[in-house]
């Protein structure tokens, strides 16, 4: 079975789209949980400081998010611009 | 080298078989071992406790096996499986029965075993709520169980289903798509739907009074943590579903493909990081219950980012299945 060099790359580009975005989820799901998790923590020891808590929490996650935000961009070049 | 299309079928349930509970023995043996593990501390603080302790323990552990028993009744029906008019097809379809069954049964069992000590230790901690918190254990443990029963409702779609009308290109990728996601996308699920029951066993030991509170902040957080398996399912279901045009092109059977390793990788994360959050929420409302409302917040607030990229993943397999 030939196949052309163009269908190959164009194949190699969809399997990477989804190994981009798949395996870039893992960090940024367990990261983002682990600082829920401290958050939820901290909001119990002292229930006072819940709104700066809940801000840091969320400045955190955002922060930790961007990985993930970079793998669904090179995931979206991969599907329609490469 | 060329074999005919029965003795690829054969090659392909025998593998699938041994994947199956290959990987289904692991999440099972280690949630057991944990349970053993904590009820062996339990014991050696309160010895005399040990006919609730060791009662308790078998029944967690029996929960936690179940996981690995879907396995084993998947690996069995393959090897004895009547494949019927041979076509090649069939091939890919056991075989990513056996990855999702294999796949999936790892979270649940791992799960499993976290309620089940944490019961353990607990009945130890505190002998007059042994009842409330076998209760508690099992009903944690049986939302952690619902992974494994998702994959293996995927994996007996890909055994029985009837797929000879398909055609071979690209069906055979859509299928393994299928089975790849909704059993890696049930590792993380089940794992951390596991660590909130765990944290709510061990809540309710210290603070018997909150059991209501504790339930109910555990099942919501379980819940949460559930969907990216959920999503997983999801994506199982439109690639067994859909009917793909016949193409020989290899890009048009890496898309469905391609999906499938995204939901399912894409999912374990996510999952476990849900968890995580409702760990420690479930924990701190048990000390500190008059904050319940407050902890539940922010604990739905941090599992909605974390969920965030289960949902780009998901946005990315469906471009991939029907845009593409």
């Given at each position: 079975?030939?196949?052309?060099?163009?269908?190959?790359?164009?194949?190699?580009?969809?399997?990477?789209?989804?190994?981009?975005?798949?395996?870039?989820?893992?960090?940024?799901?367990?990261g983002e949980g682990l600082v829920g998790s401290k958050a939820c923590e901290a909001i119990g020891k002292n229930?006072?400081?819940?709104?700066?808590?809940?801000?840091?929490?969320?400045?955190?996650?955002?922060?930790?998010?961007?990985?993930?935000?970079y793998s669904l961009v090179v995931a979206l070049l991969l599907l329609f611009v490469v | 080298?060329?074999?005919?299309?029965?003795?690829?079928?054969?090659?392909?349930?025998?593998?699938?078989?041994?994947?199956?509970?290959?990987?289904?023995?692991?999440?099972?043996?280690?949630?057991?071992?944990?349970?053993?593990?904590l009820a062996n501390e339990g014991l050696s603080s309160r010895p005399e406790k040990s006919g609730d302790i060791f009662k308790n323990m078998l029944v967690g552990q029996a929960i936690a096996e179940s996981a690995a028993i879907f396995a084993l009744v998947v690996a069995v029906l393959l090897?004895?499986?009547?494949?019927g008019a041979p076509y090649l097809l069939k091939a890919s379809a056991v075989l990513a029965a056996?990855?999702?069954?294999?796949?999936?049964?790892?979270?649940?069992?791992?799960?499993?075993?976290?309620?089940?000590?944490?019961?353990?230790?607990?009945?130890?901690?505190?002998?007059?709520?042994?009842?409330?918190?076998?209760?508690?254990m099992l009903i944690g443990s049986a939302v952690c169980q619902t992974?494994?029963?998702?994959?293996?409702?995927?994996?007996?779609?890909?055994?029985?289903?009837?797929?000879?009308?398909?055609?071979?290109?690209?069906?055979?990728?859509?299928?393994?798509?299928?089975?790849?996601?909704?059993?890696?996308?049930?590792?993380?699920?089940?794992?951390?739907?596991?660590?909130?029951?765990?944290?709510?066993?061990?809540?309710?030991?210290?603070?018997?009074?909150?059991?209501?509170?504790?339930?109910?902040?555990?099942?919501?957080?379980?819940?949460?943590?559930?969907?990216?398996?959920i999503f997983g399912l999801l994506i199982s279901f439109i690639l067994i579903f859909s009917a793909f045009p016949e193409s020989a092109a290899l890009s048009a059977a890496m898309a469905p493909l391609g999906a499938g390793i995204c939901m399912g990788f894409g999912g374990i994360g996510p999952?476990?990081?849900?968890?995580?959050?409702?760990?420690q929420a479930v924990r701190w409302v048990a000390r500190n219950l008059e904050n319940t409302g407050g902890l539940t917040r922010t604990m739905l607030v941090g599992q909605a980012v974390s969920q965030s990229t289960a949902i780009y993943a998901m946005v990315v397999s469906l471009v991939l299945i029907f845009v593409i």
């Amino acid at each position: 079975m030939a196949i052309e060099g163009a269908e190959l790359v164009k194949a190699a580009s969809l399997l990477g789209a989804g190994l981009a975005m798949g395996l870039g989820a893992i960090g940024p799901g367990v990261g983002e949980g682990l600082v829920g998790s401290k958050a939820c923590e901290a909001i119990g020891k002292n229930p006072g400081e819940a709104g700066l808590l809940t801000r840091t929490m969320l400045v955190g996650q955002a922060v930790s998010e961007s990985t993930g935000i970079y793998s669904l961009v090179v995931a979206l070049l991969l599907l329609f611009v490469v | 080298m060329s074999f005919d299309t029965a003795t690829w079928i054969q090659v392909a349930t025998f593998s699938a078989g041994g994947l199956a509970m290959g990987f289904g023995a692991i999440g099972a043996a280690l949630g057991e071992g944990y349970t053993a593990g904590l009820a062996n501390e339990g014991l050696s603080s309160r010895p005399e406790k040990s006919g609730d302790i060791f009662k308790n323990m078998l029944v967690g552990q029996a929960i936690a096996e179940s996981a690995a028993i879907f396995a084993l009744v998947v690996a069995v029906l393959l090897l004895f499986l009547d494949p019927g008019a041979p076509y090649l097809l069939k091939a890919s379809a056991v075989l990513a029965a056996g990855l999702s069954m294999g796949f999936g049964a790892i979270g649940s069992g791992v799960g499993a075993g976290f309620p089940a000590g944490q019961a353990c230790l607990g009945i130890a901690r505190q002998p007059a709520v042994s009842g409330t918190l076998t209760t508690n254990m099992l009903i944690g443990s049986a939302v952690c169980q619902t992974p494994a029963i998702f994959a293996m409702v995927v994996a007996l779609l890909l055994m029985f289903t009837d797929f000879s009308s398909m055609p071979l290109a690209p069906t055979w990728a859509a299928l393994l798509g299928a089975g790849l996601s909704t059993g890696l996308a049930a590792i993380g699920s089940g794992a951390g739907g596991g660590l909130a029951a765990g944290a709510s066993c061990e809540g309710i030991a210290r603070q018997p009074v909150s059991v209501g509170n504790v339930t109910t902040t555990m099942l919501v957080g379980q819940a949460v943590s559930q969907t990216p398996a959920i999503f997983g399912l999801l994506i199982s279901f439109i690639l067994i579903f859909s009917a793909f045009p016949e193409s020989a092109a290899l890009s048009a059977a890496m898309a469905p493909l391609g999906a499938g390793i995204c939901m399912g990788f894409g999912g374990i994360g996510p999952g476990l990081g849900n968890g995580l959050t409702a760990e420690q929420a479930v924990r701190w409302v048990a000390r500190n219950l008059e904050n319940t409302g407050g902890l539940t917040r922010t604990m739905l607030v941090g599992q909605a980012v974390s969920q965030s990229t289960a949902i780009y993943a998901m946005v990315v397999s469906l471009v991939l299945i029907f845009v593409i």
